[in-house]
């Protein structure tokens, strides 16, 4: 079995991404870590080349400035990379997320034990978005609690956006999510962690993708009620990274919900109520 895992990178250090500690949190379980690496106003190429592991795979590309549609750009660069790894598996990071070395063997049996079940084309996490400092956590149907990160390196996929696949049946060319299975490991998400200035950098330079214009991102700006204390612990890789805040981050009190924080705090409520999970899946649940 070959594992291979792979990412897309640009102006890394610029905009504040974890992305040397997301490379190496992986490097120990896969085969090669295929990395593509956009024309860059910082030294991010350096950086990468700067771990001298052979296991890595640098691709050098020019992003498409002109695709200002859905996101589709970064669905590009995930497949540029995507389309170059070799293995069994495909296993995506974004460059703000994390595996927790305690996890490690279980993402691997996951990938052996259905290596053979082609029914399984894919493998979920689940997810800690940390928000604000790294002892808070959000927990609402508005943000993915679980998501698949690799995928059947041997199916036809693509990805619309940076997030999620979509896959073509040998049968039809209708797009479907993946047959998915869980690995029982989770992904540490630590862009929300990241400073304001670089989190509204990242936001200044990105929106375009999605034909959209920056708004100003006030951390402080987000319903309390969705924030949890972490009571975990962080992948040692990343922890001399974090912020040093103690304590549960702390909102502002005078926020007024969004029509959209409104529907996922109802959303919420009826989860408590009817033990149910209602946030956006980009997977289909099997049995395998």
């Not at 069994?88 to 305690?102: C, K, P, R, S, T």
Request: proline share 4%; hydrophobic share 35%.
């Amino acid at each position: 079995m070959k594992i291979s895992a792979f990412t897309f990178i640009k102006n890394g250090a610029i905009f504040g991404f974890p992305y040397i500690e997301s490379i190496c949190s992986v490097l120990p379980i896969v085969d090669e870590f295929v990395v593509n690496v956009g024309e860059s106003d910082d030294d991010t190429l350096g950086k990468i080349k700067e771990l001298n592991d052979p296991k890595i795979r640098i691709i050098q590309s020019c992003w498409n400035d002109k695709m200002k549609v859905g996101g589709y750009v970064y669905g590009q660069q995930k497949m540029i990379a995507q389309f170059n790894c070799t293995g069994d598996w495909a296993f995506y990071l974004e460059g703000d997320e994390i595996v927790h070395e305690n996890d490690l063997k279980k993402i691997v049996d996951a990938c052996r034990n259905h290596l053979d079940n082609e029914r399984v084309e894919a493998l979920t996490f689940d997810y800690y978005h940390f928000y604000g400092n790294a002892n808070s956590y959000l927990d609402s149907p508005g943000w993915y609690r679980r998501e698949a990160r690799i995928i059947r390196n041997s199916i036809r996929s693509y990805a619309p956006d940076g997030l999620y696949w979509h896959v073509l049946t040998s049968k039809s060319k209708i797009a479907r999510y993946p047959n998915a299975v869980h690995t029982g490991a989770s992904i540490y998400h630590y862009g929300w962690v990241r400073s304001q200035e670089e989190m509204n950098r990242k936001s200044e330079h990105v929106q375009k993708y999605w034909n959209k214009n920056h708004r100003r991102i006030d951390y402080g700006e987000i319903d309390q009620k969705i924030i949890c204390q972490f009571a975990g612990s962080h992948p040692a890789i990343i922890r001399e990274w974090l912020p040093k805040e103690e304590g549960l981050f702390r909102a502002n009190p005078g926020h007024l919900l969004t029509p959209r924080e409104k529907k996922h705090r109802f959303m919420l409520r009826f989860e408590r109520w009817f033990g149910l999970e209602l946030s956006k899946k980009h997977f289909i649940i099997i049995k395998p």
